[in-house]
């Protein structure tokens, strides 16, 4: 569900996706262009999705998809409300502020809170010159049990995007984005103190100490 471009580069970039993966392009994927916002269009995508037995189904982006101000809590309880009534799984792709990316979309503290499961921050690195992008994706919130982080590194060329499971401590620059117990569990590969832990990846020590207690019997 589309509300920021068009079919034709969703489609380049689906071909380029399958020809990485070495699969042919499948009609189960549907491409729909949107206008209004998904409240008024609930009706509609129900029928088309039970039509054709969609059960995916990936909002880009919700800002427009909203249909009013993303800081608008009945706006954005609107979204999840239509969400809900259309069935599925949902896939809702948000933007976050430059200045303090920590997995919170812009607007509404509903974003963060209404998704079932959970929300993921998306980080990117490129080296200048570079055909590679390096993301992490981290679990920020969940209802449930809290996801690994993950990491890849993504090959674009001229006719193909393949993905390549990487370590998430090598995909991004930035260590305070990544969760404390996955930067304490990358140098756990030899006896350490608590103090030495501290030191090694910039985390408080009490911090450390607390995370070392709750899974003592883990190491």
């Known amino acids: 569900l589309d509300w920021e471009r068009s079919s034709r580069p969703h489609r380049f970039r689906f071909s380029q996706l399958a020809t990485g993966a070495g699969v042919e392009l499948t009609r189960d994927f549907h491409y729909k262009r949107m206008v209004g916002s998904l409240a008024d269009s609930g ?8 039509e054709h037995g969609i059960i995916l189904c990936i909002a880009d982006s919700v800002g427009m998809a909203v249909g009013g101000e993303i800081s608008d809590e009945a706006a954005v309880m609107g979204y999840f409300n239509a969400a809900r009534y259309v069935g599925g799984t949902w896939l809702s ?3 976050v502020p430059k200045e303090e990316s920590r997995g919170k979309p812009i607007g509404s503290q509903y974003w963060c809170t209404q998704p079932q499961g959970g929300t993921y921050e998306i980080l990117g690195d490129t080296p200048e010159g570079s055909n590679i992008l390096s993301l992490t994706m981290i679990h920020q919130k969940t209802n449930d049990e809290r996801n690994p982080t ?4 993504v090959e674009f060329n001229n006719g193909s995007v393949r993905y390549h499971d990487a370590d998430p401590m090598d995909t991004t620059t930035d260590m305070n984005k990544i969760p404390a117990t996955v930067r304490i569990e990358a140098v756990l590969d ?9 030191t090694e990846t910039g985390i408080p020590a009490a911090q450390v100490t607390n995370y070392l207690k709750r899974n003592s019997s883990r190491f």
């Open 150 to 153: 993950l990491g890849w590194n």
């Open 93 to 95: 792709i948000a933007h």
């Open 190 to 198: 030899k006896p350490m103190t608590a103090a030495e832990i501290a």
């Open 43 to 50: 009706e509609e995508l129900k029928h088309y999705c039970g």
